[in-house]
Every structure is written in C-alpha cells, then in structure tokens.
C-alpha cells in the first residue's frame, strides 16, 4: 500500500533553523525586541509579547540581530498570529549563506544542538 500523505508539493521550500531556547536571535520590530523561534531564507517565526499584537497582511520592516553579532535589515508581511507567536514572510529571500552560518554557530556553541 502506498502512502499518500507525502504526494504533492512539499510546504517547506527551504531549510528552517530552529533554535534553542538560550540561543534565539533577537528581532527589532518599531523599537520592540522578539525572540525567534526560527528562520529560513524566506521568513521566521516569532514570540509576541501581547495578544493580538500583530495582523495577519500587515508589512513589518524589521531588525534581525544574529548570535554572532551581525544584523540584517528585511522588509515582510505577518502570515499569521496566534497568542503566543507570529510568522513573517520576507518580502525578498534572506542569502542561504546567512542560514549556514547560523547552523555552524549553533552546532559550535551548543553541542546538543541538531
């Protein structure tokens, strides 16, 4: 018997990066910082810090500050919010290399990290 729960174009398009609780990079939205909870090249989920605190469509230009230090400025729209996280679509892909050097700081500095 063939199973068809994998048919179909995969909803996951590029690597995610999810972090550990003590290793989250920090968003900047309007002077506010977020915790992420993880990112790909095409956007990152987030912890909100109120309910309802962002809309789903609405355009967020943000501030991503990564373990190492370095910064990313990247324009997005909210897909979707709940009480406790948000997901942003980048409006433009964030480079694949920017994504590697976050799994080799992880996997250098969090030895449990997989």
Do not use: W
């Not at 506010?32 to 355009?59: M, Q, T």
């Amino acid at each position: 018997m063939q199973d068809t729960r994998y048919n179909g174009k995969n909803r996951r398009e590029h690597y995610r990066i999810r972090y550990p609780l003590t290793g989250r990079p920090r968003l900047t939205i309007s002077n506010n910082e977020y915790e992420v909870v993880d990112i790909s090249e095409s956007g990152l989920k987030f912890l909100c810090k109120k309910i309802n605190e962002f809309r789903a469509g609405s355009e967020v230009r943000l501030e991503i500050t990564f373990n190492d230090g370095g910064s990313l400025h990247v324009r997005g729209k909210i897909l979707r919010t709940t009480e406790k996280v948000s997901v942003i679509s980048f409006s433009e892909d964030i480079p694949f290399g920017i994504i590697l050097k976050e799994q080799r700081y992880l996997k250098a500095h969090y030895p449990e990290y997989r």
